[in-house]
């Protein structure tokens, strides 16, 4: 007999078949001539009872010693149990041990740096396991929405020689008997890409030396990110909202049970899934901050805090576009009617999470461009690869990231992105 999973026998046309699963020990009782014994499995959890007048002595001599996580096979005729998690049951006639396990580190109430100290064990859990599948859904939807609209993937590199966001949060490598660095995006490459393939996107991981600690930042976190050639500002707005509302839609239906056991209220992802997304600039946004009594001034670049209490005021994911240019990266274009802001957008997730995307037009003039490399304080030998696009049939162009952690940590509405990566790395963190 074949082995099934544990959701294909949680339903009434099951009841009265034997069956055969395989699984860990999620949790164990042993409660006079019985033992019950949760199994679980990638697919869900199931109580199974060990009756000793049922079984062999040595069988139900083995399931009474089970510990947590121990990994067994069981064999047994599946019944309606409306007390059991799930409402089922698994009366077992066999049982065999794979694997006897005695105290598993993890038994409830442990504190957070216990379980990322024991992430490796700690990752079997359901929630996570949740999260994880969440996660590939998001992936496999955000997959899907770029095949079918025309954008070719490409694999750009991540050991880079040059800063794209800023070298405060740049990671430094030995490269040879050179210094480089991991990469922080792979925007400038994306650049590099279109001129051949005009719609490009990559999902890579990135790298940031973070310093603080916070909900929402991680020094490693996979990277969306899309440039196309001929596209405004205005055409990359739409496109990313697009592929956040086909996201959320594809999650909504393919992840039911996931949200439901997440206990994921869902009616503000329901909305989200319509576009368009409302836009204010930061001059707005600035002017709200103030009403609200936060002391913030035009030229601030906005913190967890201030995104926080922007995103009150929305119920679906929304736009902050024109920032201040000093506060925004070297490559983004300023506006033509307004130079002291530049043609930029964020798109700032709601229900408090905020900024999930980050994009622009970008600088196409190479003086300008080569300006903006040298006020940055870098050195412009090291971009001359990337100021030369600017030289040879330079072109309107824009692009986005999406950070794939803060998309599901809202999605799956986490308190914290370490649950949104299966090993996080922060500050202080590398272990497992
Ligand atoms: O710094 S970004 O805002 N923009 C870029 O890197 C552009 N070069 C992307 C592009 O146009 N191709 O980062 C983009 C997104 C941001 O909105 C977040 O969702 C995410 O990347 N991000 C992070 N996620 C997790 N942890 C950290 N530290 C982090 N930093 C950015």
Redesign the pocket.
């Known amino acids: 007999m074949e082995y099934t999973s544990i959701d294909s026998v949680l339903s009434d046309e099951m009841i009265g078949k034997k069956v055969r699963l395989r699984g860990w020990v999620y949790r164990h009782r042993v409660i006079g001539g019985k033992v019950f014994v949760v199994l679980r499995d990638s697919t869900g959890i199931i109580q199974c009872v060990v009756d000793s007048s049922k079984v062999p002595q040595q069988v139900f001599d083995d399931a009474s010693k089970l510990g947590l996580e121990s990994s067994i096979l069981v064999e047994g005729v599946v019944c309606r149990e409306p007390r059991a998690p799930g409402g089922y049951e698994l009366h077992v006639s066999d049982l065999s041990v794979v694997h006897f396990t005695r105290d598993f580190p993890i038994k409830g109430g442990e504190g957070v740096e216990y379980l990322l100290d024991n992430r490796h064990l700690w990752i079997r859990s359901r929630k996570l396991t949740t999260v994880m599948k969440i996660k590939h859904r998001v992936l496999e939807a955000a997959r899907e929405w770029l095949l079918d609209n025309g954008w070719w993937e490409v694999t750009p590199p991540i050991l880079t020689a040059s800063a ?2 800023g070298g405060a ?1 740049l990671f430094e490598v030995k490269y040879f008997d050179k210094k480089a660095y991991l990469s ?4 400038l490459y ?1 650049e590099v890409l279109i001129y051949g393939l005009e719609k490009v996107w990559s999902l890579t991981p ?1 790298f ?1 030396a ?1 310093m603080s600690r916070t909900r ?4 490693e ?1 996979w ?1 969306l ?3 196309a050639a001929w596209y405004s500002m205005e055409d990359m707005m739409k496109v990313s909202e697009e592929l956040v509302a086909y996201i959320v839609d594809r999650v909504l239906e393919r992840c039911r049970r996931e949200l439901e056991f997440l206990k994921r209220d869902t009616s503000i992802l329901e909305k989200s899934t319509k576009t368009p997304y409302p836009r204010i600039t930061y001059d707005e946004a600035v002017k709200r901050l103030k009403e609200k009594g936060l002391s913030v001034e035009w030229g601030d670049d906005f913190g967890a805090d201030e995104e926080r209490v922007l995103t009150m005021d929305f119920d679906k994911p929304f736009f902050i576009t024109h920032f201040p240019r000093h506060i925004k ?1 070297f ?1 983004m274009k300023p506006d033509p009617g307004r130079p002291d802001v530049v043609l930029g957008f ?2 700032l997730a709601p229900e408090g999470y905020g ?6 037009e970008r600088e196409v003039d190479y003086d300008k461009l080569y300006q903006r490399v040298v006020e940055e304080g870098y050195d412009p030998s090291d971009y001359k690869w990337y100021l030369d696009l600017r030289r040879y049939g330079s072109v309107p162009h824009s ?5 794939i ?3 599901v940590m809202w999605i799956a509405g986490l308190d914290h ?1 370490r649950d949104a990566i299966p090993f996080p790395r922060f500050r202080g963190r590398i272990y497992p």
């Open positions: 794209c966001e949060t922080q995006s792979a925007q994306l990135s940031r973070e929402r930042h991680l020094a976190y990277h990110e899309l440039e990266s490559y964020d798109m900024e999930i995307i980050g994009g622009s692009g986005f990231g999406l950070g952690e803060r998309l992105i």
